[in-house]
């Protein structure tokens, strides 16, 4: 999939890195639950990540594991997010390999170009796990396209200097005062962008 979003470079990469994001983009097919203690974190790290994917949002089907990797040997300003996880029970269990690339890069105009690869291998079943599939991917596709307007860059230092001058402030109703900065998702659990 090759898609031009409408977002700076440094947002759609740290959308990459939000389980935020991902939850908002698989909605309202999938959604994913923390199998890690304290839930899911704000911003993925390297390594592996436990999460029990649930259909529609609610039925639980099986375990899997985002395992996140930053490749090298890029060109100059391509940046890459690798998922190396994958299933281990349930019905995405039938894919033996998972391989998921995401690769940001600006554009002359200072979006993004966004570039992910998907390589699966699902033995005798590939041919019928191909279609839904790439049904799946297109709607992600679409869902990455909406969302990442909304999606915004803050500096190391920023969102959290923000959001305290907000907190400090009340508003008129003598509650704290909230944050202008654009939301990212509103189906955070455990807080991620």
């Known amino acids: 999939m090759k898609l031009e979003l409408d977002c700076a470079p440094d947002a759609a990469w740290r959308a990459l890195h939000s389980p935020a994001v991902l939850r908002e983009v698989v909605a309202p097919w999938l959604d994913f639950a923390s199998l890690e203690p304290g ?5 993925w790290a390297e390594g592996p990540h436990r999460l029990q994917p649930r259909a ?8 899997e594991v985002v395992d996140l990797s930053h490749p090298g040997g890029l060109p100059p300003g391509v940046r890459m997010l690798r998922d190396g996880g994958g299933a281990l029970t349930g019905p995405f269990a039938l894919f033996d390999r998972w391989d ?9 105009d200072g979006r993004t170009l966004y570039r992910d690869r998907l390589r699966f291998d699902a033995g005798p079943l590939g041919v019928l796990a191909w279609y839904p599939t790439w049904a799946f991917w297109q709607w992600r596709g679409s869902r990455l396209r909406q969302l990442a307007p909304s999606w915004a860059f803050d500096p190391p230092g920023t969102a959290d200097a923000a959001a ?10 003598g509650r704290p005062a909230t944050s202008a900065r654009p939301a990212t998702s509103a189906r955070s659990e455990g807080g991620t962008a």
């Open 56 to 63: 529609f949002g609610r039925v639980p089907i099986g375990e």
């Open 39 to 43: 839930g899911l974190p704000t911003t």
């Open 100 to 108: 998921h690339r995401m690769a940001v890069s600006a554009l002359p």
């Open 164 to 173: 305290a001058a907000a907190t400090s402030v009340a508003a008129p109703t």
